[in-house]
């Protein structure tokens, strides 16, 4: 029996108005797409720890493109949903094995990527899913993830996709699901975002029609003119590098993106330090001690904020403003050799929407459309900044 006291406990009042009414909604598939900053990724979340505490025996299914990308997402939210909302006292909550239990209901969130097959292929019993970030699936991805939720069970099965719609011709718009229901929002539906964000979204009109549909209006569009060809993934990177240097794009409403670079013969291995909101130059500061980064070590910086600059100097660092020219550093990391791997979220993200903007006329522009740029900056600023002055080091000794 499910005690009406752990149902209370869930405080409705703190979701966004506009997705009530999916709470109960039991079709097979639950499309909640739209524009960025709508509250998609929280109120999936919500559902599932309400269905963790109503429903029992139940076994829910976190899945991404990446795994190693679940921790830092869906599942940091659904503990970070727990704490808030004050029932850590039901979870048992399973670090290292990303898995949520409820002690009470016995049921559970465990999770896999789409690259780990056999993971998925081992994975039991499962009675929901939620795909989060569905854009980065192939449709046989959800092919195969839609085989796994068969079988009798004793609450409804559902999967539940959230994204946004990136792409008119991508597969979540162009195939027909019976029992679907589709759910789009924009920032507007979300109560709970703020007014720098939201004019983030509202400038997108000046400067980029797509971006302006996609992430502000959230409506199909088609991504184009992207700048990288996606960075190539390597999961090993070597022991010791020539030279390691940092790039920082500082945010505080907007994330901050810290990517540390290893330099070995010519060619870049990217590391994601920070990539997150709201802090502030003493939380910076402090995560970048903890982290072991020296006085010596070059720090390139958004040169936009002298004042930040100088207070990270104050505290030994060797923080230095960028080189501004967008331009020229793009077109010199378009002949670097760059790495990545799949722990860099931010980065491996940004890189495949990160674009020239358009203007009305059609014409592209030489500039990159500002959003969801931080790592797109941080990495620019870092080795552009760092080759010119080896450059102009050079040029004098000649
Ligand atoms: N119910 C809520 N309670 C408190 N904060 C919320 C809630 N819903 C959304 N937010 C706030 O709004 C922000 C954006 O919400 P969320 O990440 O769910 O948007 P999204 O639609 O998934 O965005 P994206 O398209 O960029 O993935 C969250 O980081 C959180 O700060
Ligand atoms: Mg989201």
């Keep these: ?222 991504l184009k003119n992207i700048i990288y060809k996606p960075f190539e993934i390597r999961e090993e990177y070597p022991l010791s590098y020539d030279e390691i240097i940092y790039g920082l794009d500082f945010g505080y409403n907007n994330k901050t993106a810290l990517i540390k670079i290893g330099i070995k013969e010519k060619e870049y291995y990217l590391e994601e330090l920070l990539y997150k909101e709201h802090l502030t130059n003493g939380d910076i500061i402090c995560l970048m001690k903890k982290m072991g980064i020296s006085g010596n070590d070059y720090i390139y910086c958004d040169a936009s904020e002298p004042e930040r600059i100088e207070e990270l100097r104050r505290n030994g660092f060797n923080s230095i403003p960028a080189d501004k020219n967008v331009k020229a550093g793009i077109d010199f990391l378009k002949r670097c050799k760059i790495f990545s791997n799949s722990k860099n979220e931010g980065i491996n993200k940004e890189v495949l929407h990160y674009s020239y903007k358009q203007d009305k006329n059609g014409n592209i522009l030489d500039e990159p459309v500002k959003f969801n740029d931080h790592c797109m900056d941080a990495i620019r600023y870092a080795i552009y900044t760092h080759n010119k002055s080896r450059m102009q080091v050079n040029i004098r000794y000649l």
């Design 1 to 222: 029996m499910i005690r009406k006291d752990i149902i209370i406990q869930f405080n409705l009042s703190t979701i966004n108005k506009i997705y009530l009414p999916l709470i109960e909604n039991k079709s097979r598939y639950l499309h909640i797409y739209g524009g960025a900053g709508s509250g998609k990724s929280v109120f999936a979340a919500q559902k599932l720890i309400i269905r963790l505490m109503m429903e029992q025996g139940n076994r829910f299914l976190l899945i991404r493109k990446v795994a190693k990308t679940i921790r830092n997402s869906q599942f940091s939210l659904l503990k970070s949903l727990i704490y808030n909302s004050g029932l850590q006292n039901y979870f048992s909550i399973k670090e290292s094995e990303l898995r949520i239990i409820n002690e009470h209901t016995r049921s559970e969130v465990i999770s896999a990527g789409v690259d780990d097959p056999e993971k998925l292929k081992s994975i039991f019993g499962i009675t929901s899913i939620w795909i989060e970030e569905a854009t980065e699936l192939e449709y046989n991805d959800f092919l195969q993830i839609d085989l796994r939720l068969r079988g009798r069970t004793r609450y409804y099965k559902q999967i539940i996709l959230t994204y946004n719609p990136v792409n008119s011709y991508h597969w979540l718009n162009t195939t027909e699901q019976k029992n679907s229901t589709k759910l789009r929002t924009t920032y507007r539906d979300n109560k709970y975002i703020d007014d720098e964000y939201k004019n983030v979204l509202l400038n997108l009109k000046n400067q980029d029609e797509n971006f302006y549909n996609i992430y502000t209006l959230g409506e199909w569009g088609t």
